[in-house]
Each structure stands twice: as structure tokens, then as C-alpha cells.
């Protein structure tokens, strides 16, 4: 009969050889098994800050081990961040990646912004995170030292208007609202603007001109990439469901809805609006990034994003209801090189607003897009931030929201 394996007191097999089992007099030696002496480690992600506004900051920290990290023994207590002008603030266990014990564990942490109204550029500077004494363990009892495990840096880049009067008047209050991308004035109610967050959020939020929210209100679809809003005189709004960033999609959407009843100063009414019509569109030559659209005369117009170089194009489709699916018509190409973003037509039809990364543009149309193809445009320098939207006023005047919500304003004239 094979000897059985020795065991140690916790029930688990020892590693044993012959030498360890018989000395050399042929006696049986107990097996010994060398303790877990070592304590965690720990190595800290956290990018730089950049985008102005988050009310927190969010780092992760991995624990790793011999044995097996304890998540248990992660809390609120696990860290400390010190930075410029005596900041001092521990920081929030918000998650662990699993649960259950195991040889690598990745914990995130948040820290909030010094003043407590969203990081600033005033916040800019080198920020250490410490992990304390004592704190996070493993399944042996060792925990981790004390250590500096690095530092993660506050760079908001300087909002710089341009002197041909485009500046910040707002900032967009709700923080759901994390990446406004779409942005146009309601031709209902005065001073109501309808905007929404990039990606795959199908709500359309309402807000004033002062950035404050008026109402929110779901689709009753799903999403893809939704990248932009347009309006009609006759009550609706359009979406375009059109974002490509890998040049993939075989066809965008673009859906129609009623406008919501909402009054500037009322109560936030939360309520779904139903989809009437939607359009599947295809680029002629291909999938294309796009990020824009444009609704005047009975025609849907898109603007192509292009981040080659090339010169950004305008798609044109029918607003007539159909089934099938269509290939957009190329009926103007643009003198931008830049990434095109957002755009806008007045309510009038005499003048399309495209903005880029490279700035804000303004065609006399009279009426008809294509012929921004055939007109020079006047240029205005936008804000250092990223500008996602833009959007006429009544008055003529344009107002253009960043990804990190600021509200920027262009007078008329």
C-alpha cells in the first residue's frame, strides 16, 4: 500500500519528497510547511485629468499576491491623496473587479475634486497616492506596507475664446448630461434646446440656454452611436443614430419623434417619446464616420467626419417615408479638414453652421445646403475645449457646447 500524503492542520497537501519522509536511520520525519510571510503588493493605474467638470476622479489600484488577496479587507481606509494647496482626501472604495479571494485583485478608488464643484484648472498639479498601514490583506494574515505607490496629474488645458466673440456664458448642470454631442433649439418654446450624450444613451434631455435642465425623455428604441439632433416647423425632432469610429456600420439610422411639451421653468417631466419614422441609410462608397445632421426643405442632410485630412462631404436622403433601405446622395463637398462634429441650419434655411475641431464655420445657403459646396465660408476660432455641438437661436445667434459641458455663445450679427 502507498503511504498517504501528510496533511497540515488547515486540511491542504504538503509537498513532500523522499528525503523529507525517511532520514537516513529510516525514521519518519513530520513535515514542516514553511509559512506565507510576504505581504501584498500594490501598483497604481490613474491616467491624467484632462476634462474639466467631474465632480470625482477615478484611479484603480491591483493587488497581487503569492497566495490570495482578501477583498474583504479593502475599504475607505485603504488610501490616502495629497496634492497642490494642502489637498488631503482619502480615497472611496467604489469596486473590485471579483470578489472572491485570489492572487491579483484590481480595486477602484474615486477622490473628489478639491473644491467640491468639479475639477478646475485651478486643480492642476501632481496629486500622491499613499496606501496605509496595515490595510489590505491576504488569506495568510500579512498586509500590506505602507507606500507611496505613485501620483496622477491634473492638466485642464486653458478655455481660450476667439476674439471674433465666442465665449462661455454656461455650463451645462446636469451630470447625467456627461458628453453633450448633439445640440438644437427647439422651434416650439423660446429659449428650450434639446441635447443628448454620445454613444448609446437614447435620452433627449431639455435644457435653457443657462445650461439648466428642463426635462428628460427616453426613446423607445435602442441605440447604437447617437451623434446628433435636428428640428422641423412642424413639431419633430430628428436623431441620428450615425457614429462610426471604426468605419464598420452597414447603415445609420435617423428617427423621427414628436416634440416633448416642455416650458422653460417647469417641472422636469420624465415621460418616453415613440419613435414615428425611421430612416436606414447607407453611404454610397462605403461606411463612414458622421456626426451631423441637418433637416430643411423636405431633405435630410449628413456631414461626413473625416480624420484623414480629406475634405469633409454632405450626404443628402428624402424625409419621405420608406421601408427600404437608402443610399444617401453626395451633394456638396466642404473646404474642412478638420474632424466635423456638429452642425446646425437656421430656422430660416439661410445659414449652415458646421463646427470642427478646426473651428466654427458659417455658409449662406438661402435655403438649400448643397450649396455650401459652391460659397466661402466665414470662419470663427472656438474654444480650446471640445466643441460637440452647435446649435442657432432664435435672435440668429449660434450657442456650441463641449464634451466636458461648457455652453459657448456667438452673438447675431
Not at 8 to 20: K, L
Not at 36 to 57: C, F, I, K, N, S
Amino acid at each position: 500500500m502507498m503511504p498517504m500524503p501528510l496533511r497540515n492542520p488547515y486540511g491542504r497537501p504538503m509537498v513532500e519528497t523522499v528525503e523529507a519522509r525517511v532520514l537516513l536511520s529510516g525514521d519518519v520525519a513530520p513535515l514542516v510547511e514553511t509559512p506565507d510571510v510576504t505581504p501584498p503588493t500594490a501598483a497604481l493605474q490613474a491616467p491624467r485629468l484632462r476634462r474639466p467638470g467631474a465632480e470625482t476622479y477615478t484611479f484603480t489600484v491591483t493587488y497581487s499576491d503569492d497566495g490570495k488577496v482578501v477583498p474583504g479587507t479593502m475599504d475607505d481606509q485603504d488610501l490616502l491623496v495629497a496634492g497642490p494647496g494642502g489637498y488631503s482626501s482619502g480615497a472611496t472604495l467604489v469596486g473590485v473587479n471579483r470578489y472572491r479571494s485570489g492572487t491579483h485583485r484590481t480595486a477602484t478608488y474615486s477622490v473628489p475634486a478639491p473644491t467640491g464643484q468639479g475639477w478646475r484648472r485651478a486643480d492642476n498639479g501632481v496629486y500622491t497616492v499613499t496606501l496605509r498601514e496595515g490595510q489590505v490583506g491576504d488569506t495568510s494574515g500579512n498586509f500590506a506596507q505602507a507606500a507611496t505607490l505613485g501620483a496622477f496629474t491634473v492638466r485642464i488645458p486653458k478655455v481660450a475664446g476667439s476674439a471674433a466673440g465666442v465665449r462661455q456664458v454656461a455650463e451645462i448642470q446636469a451630470r447625467e448630461i456627461d458628453e453633450s454631442s448633439g445640440l438644437v433649439a427647439s422651434r416650439q418654446y423660446r429659449g428650450v434646446f434639446y441635447t443628448h450624450n454620445d454613444g448609446g444613451d437614447a435620452t433627449l434631455y431639455a435644457i435653457g440656454a443657462d445650461g439648466g435642465l428642463v426635462g428628460r425623455f427616453a426613446l423607445d428604441v435602442e441605440t447604437e452611436d447617437w451623434e446628433d439632433v435636428a428640428a422641423d416647423d412642424a413639431g419633430h425632432l430628428y436623431v441620428a443614430d450615425s457614429g462610426d469610429n471604426d468605419a464598420n456600420r452597414g447603415s445609420i439610422q435617423v428617427r423621427r419623434v414628436a416634440e416633448p411639451d416642455v416650458a422653460v421653468g417647469g417641472t422636469v417631466d420624465e415621460g418616453t417619446l415613440a419613435v414615428d419614422r425611421t430612416w436606414n441609410l447607407r453611404f454610397p462608397g462605403g461606411a463612414v464616420d458622421c456626426e451631423s445632421l441637418v433637416v430643411v426643405g423636405g431633405q435630410g442632410y449628413v456631414i461626413t467626419k473625416r480624420r484623414d485630412g480629406g475634405p469633409a462631404e454632405v450626404y443628402r436622403f428624402p424625409l419621405k417615408a420608406s421601408k427600404r433601405e437608402r443610399v444617401l446622395e453626395r451633394v456638396a463637398t466642404l473646404g474642412i479638414r478638420t474632424p466635423v462634429t456638429g452642425a446646425d441650419v437656421s430656422a430660416d434655411g439661410g445659414r449652415l453652421a458646421v463646427v470642427s475641431e478646426g473651428g466654427l464655420y458659417l455658409y449662406a445657403i438661402d435655403g438649400d445646403v448643397s450649396a455650401a459646396g459652391r460659397v466661402t465660408p466665414s470662419v470663427l476660432a472656438v474654444p480650446g475645449t471640445q466643441i460637440e455641438a452647435v446649435a442657432f437661436r432664435r435672435d440668429g445667434g449660434l450657442l456650441l457646447t463641449a464634451e466636458s459641458r461648457e455652453v459657448y455663445e456667438v452673438g447675431a450679427g
